[in-house]
């Protein structure tokens, strides 16, 4: 099933309730529907949206949301649909035995944008037991094997508009019920005690390098709870994530960012790299 909506206020499907309005926003369940739309169209595809600032008051872009969500298992692998969220991927996982994903569903995204962020927590990561992608690019399915996605910490090569993932492969590795549901209790009860917010937040601002933790920075820098505007602060729990009140406006969160960028920059004497992507009027940064 299709649903095509026009002059689209995207704060109503932004994870933070942030952002402009769309020319068109679509979002689609069937594969061979969603190809016959998108054809020889520009787009943008979008999840869930957690890692997600619509920095815009109007764009005219199409944006794209593929909301399969299925699995389909074969004898060593599953492919399972991008539209799925993490935490019902472990849940429908786990009552098959089937391991690896734990720790991953307390991160409250869906799966292909797990894949293009390269998503992880403590141990695991989504590329561990990936195999191989099926994504819609220039017209057609193709698909990518785990090594041309040019994976890195929290990062791959699939951060580009006009790109849509349908699914991935990944390798069943079996386990036992009982600690696949205990290992996500203890990763759910450590998130709860450090990132409980009553703001609304697209997690880390951006990325720990081996040299650097960034929260740490930011708190040594003074810089937890730090209010930036009334509706847009650093949490006073972890300076690496900063809360918004919903319906902001999308400049005040991308010019904070752009604080901590440049304080970032003028003490490490280096870039640090978002976690957050940035979507303009023009497209992804």
Do not use: W
């Not at 649909?81 to 391991?99: A, D, V, W």
């Not at 400049?251 to 440049?262: M, P, Y």
């Amino acid at each position: 099933m299709i649903k095509i909506y026009h002059n689209y206020s995207i704060s109503r499907k932004s994870y933070i309730h942030v952002g402009g309005r769309v020319k068109t926003y679509c979002e689609c369940d069937d594969l061979y529907e969603s190809i016959k739309y998108l054809k020889n169209k520009d787009f943008i595809s979008i999840g869930n949206t957690s890692k997600i600032l619509f920095n815009f008051s109007y764009c005219s872009k199409l944006f794209f949301c593929f909301t399969n969500k299925k699995i389909v298992f074969f004898k060593d692998v599953f492919f399972a649909y991008s539209g799925i969220s993490l935490y019902e991927l472990y849940f429908r996982l786990k009552n098959k035995n089937i391991t690896g994903f734990s720790l991953l569903a307390t991160i409250p995204g869906f799966l292909g944008g797990s894949i293009v962020n390269n998503s992880s927590f403590k141990e695991q990561c989504i590329s561990d037991l990936l195999i191989k992608i099926l994504v819609f690019q220039d017209n057609k399915l193709i698909f990518l094997s785990k090594e041309e996605l040019n994976l890195s910490y929290r990062n791959s090569s699939l951060k580009k508009d006009n790109l849509l993932i349908i699914g991935g492969y990944f390798k069943i590795i079996k386990g036992s019920k009982e600690n696949i549901k205990k290992e996500f209790l203890l990763a759910n009860k450590y998130r709860l005690e450090k990132q409980k917010f009553t703001f609304n937040s697209l997690g880390s601002t951006f990325k720990n390098t081996e040299k650097y933790q960034i929260g740490k920075i930011l708190d040594n820098l003074s810089l937890k709870g730090y209010i930036f505007s009334k509706s847009v602060k650093v949490s006073p729990l972890h300076a690496n994530f900063i809360l918004i009140k919903p319906y902001s406006s999308s400049k005040d969160v991308n010019n904070l960012i752009k604080f901590l960028e440049k304080v970032l920059y003028n003490y490490l004497g280096e870039k640090i790299s978002k976690e957050i992507q940035i979507i303009n009027k023009d497209g992804r940064e």
